[in-house]
């Protein structure tokens, strides 16, 4: 029990940046709130003791602003960040390091005593104002966009967006690690450093090349050529005179 209360604390601290303290959380977060009565009524009512889990769930509701049916099963890492109008039915499954905001509904379509709620898989993010309506399966990594409404099931890694919801993206999840994004800036510096270093080996040889031929060149007096071109300086004279 206080492993699990710890672990929601932490959970604060890690997709909340706002948290500032532990306190902070203790006291003015409705949503760790919500987690932990809905951790005492989940228990009796898996005691089946009457009446007493939904007062536990009603005066949940009333102090935090969200609902959620003792029978709902909530996996660790579970966070409502926000909270106010979210509604968790009775059926609903949810893995784990599941984030919800406010105003989201995991919602059933049938009367009938049975399987009528969402099952979330493990990594999902349910984003303000979205419903999931009816027994649907939502994979693990999952995305579901801000006001979306979501009635089919939804494969693993997806992004989810619309009214009703359509998988817009399915993503691998390694696209998540930062050592495996794409990075063309960098590339781009590596292609200008090859490039750099290309021009620098053409000019060390255009350089090397300049300096042999300045040195046998026509126009230097001690190259062979000027030698063989002008007489010595005694000839000179004797020849003018």
């Known amino acids: 029990?206080?492993?699990?209360?710890?672990?929601?604390?932490?959970?604060?601290?890690?997709?909340?940046?706002?948290?500032?303290?532990?306190?902070?959380?203790?006291?003015?977060y409705p949503g760790f709130h919500a987690r932990q009565f809905h951790r005492l009524a989940h228990t009796l009512y898996g005691w089946r003791i009457p009446i007493i889990p939904r007062l536990v769930s009603h005066f949940s509701r009333f102090v935090t602003g969200i609902e959620i049916h003792p029978g709902a099963q909530l996996g660790e890492g579970f966070f409502i960040d926000h909270g106010m109008g979210v509604v968790i039915g009775e059926t609903?499954?949810?893995?784990?390091?599941?984030?919800?905001?406010q105003g989201v509904t995991l919602g059933?379509?049938?009367?009938?005593?049975?399987?009528?709620?969402?099952t979330l898989g493990n990594n999902v993010v349910v984003g303000t104002g979205a419903r999931i309506i009816g027994a649907v399966n939502i994979g693990d990594n999952v995305k579901v966009g801000a006001g979306s409404v979501v009635i089919t099931d939804v494969p693993s890694n997806a992004t989810v967006v619309?009214?009703?919801?359509?998988?817009?993206?399915?993503?691998?999840?390694?696209?998540?690690t930062v050592e495996h994004l794409p990075d063309p800036e960098w590339d781009t510096i590596e292609a200008?450093?090859?490039?750099?270093?290309?021009?620098?080996r053409r000019l060390r040889l255009l350089d090397a090349n300049g300096r042999?031929?300045?040195l046998s060149g026509p126009d230097t007096p001690w190259s062979?050529?000027?030698?063989?071109?002008?007489?010595?300086?005694?000839?000179?004279?004797?020849?003018?005179q």
């Open 1 to 28: 029990m206080w492993r699990s209360i710890k672990r929601d604390i932490q959970v604060c601290f890690e997709r909340d940046p706002a948290c500032v303290s532990t306190l902070e959380v203790l006291l003015a």
């Open 92 to 101: 609903t499954i949810v893995g784990e390091n599941c984030t919800l905001y």
């Open 108 to 118: 059933g379509t049938s009367h009938l005593h049975a399987k009528r709620h969402p």
């Open 162 to 176: 619309g009214v009703p919801g359509r998988a817009v993206a399915v993503q691998n999840p390694d696209t998540g």
């Open 192 to 200: 200008l450093t090859r490039r750099v270093e290309e021009l620098e």
């Open 212 to 214: 042999r031929e300045a």
């Open 224 to 240: 062979p050529q000027q030698t063989a071109q002008d007489p010595p300086q005694s000839r000179r004279k004797t020849t003018e």
